[in-house]
């Protein structure tokens, strides 16, 4: 039986093949990305996801993956598919900030970068970072 951690490194594969070939192509994925990181990191007070993760404590890290965690199966079971895949993504690379593995890290440091680039080009298409604000002209 395989442990968590290879669990983990199987699935996290499986998310960066399907983001190679499909999820870095469709805008609509790339902008739920961009939006959900950009709506965490400014929440936090700052720039990017990788900032917000470096500034994680126990206790807000464990906070943030139950939120995800809740969120994740919720908008799945609404059919906000492009919004689950986002949070499932960015779960992912929270989870694989404590995994030791050299594969995982480097796939970490890929999702981050990824997210990051999501972040930045939803601040400059100036669309809403929540649903309920209009976008900005």
């Known amino acids: 039986m395989a442990t968590k951690e290879e669990e983990f490194k199987h699935r996290m594969a499986s998310v960066y093949n399907d983001l190679q070939s499909h999820g870095i192509k469709d805008p609509k994925a790339m902008a739920a990305i961009g939006r959900l990181g950009r709506r965490l990191s400014e929440d936090a007070g700052v720039k990017s996801w990788s900032e917000l993760k470096r500034g994680l404590t126990a206790e807000s890290f464990r906070w943030l993956l139950k939120e995800m965690e809740t969120n994740g199966n919720r908008l799945y079971l609404e059919g906000k598919d492009f919004d689950a895949y986002a949070v499932q993504l960015l779960a992912m690379s929270l989870v694989a900030r404590t995994q030791k593995d050299p ?3 480097g ?17 400059k298409s100036g669309a809403p970072v929540r649903e309920e604000e209009p976008k900005k002209a």
Do not use: K, N, S, T
């Open 107 to 123: 796939g970490e440091a890929l999702f981050d970068r990824l997210i990051d680039e999501a972040i930045v080009a939803h601040r």
């Open 103 to 105: 594969d995982i890290r």
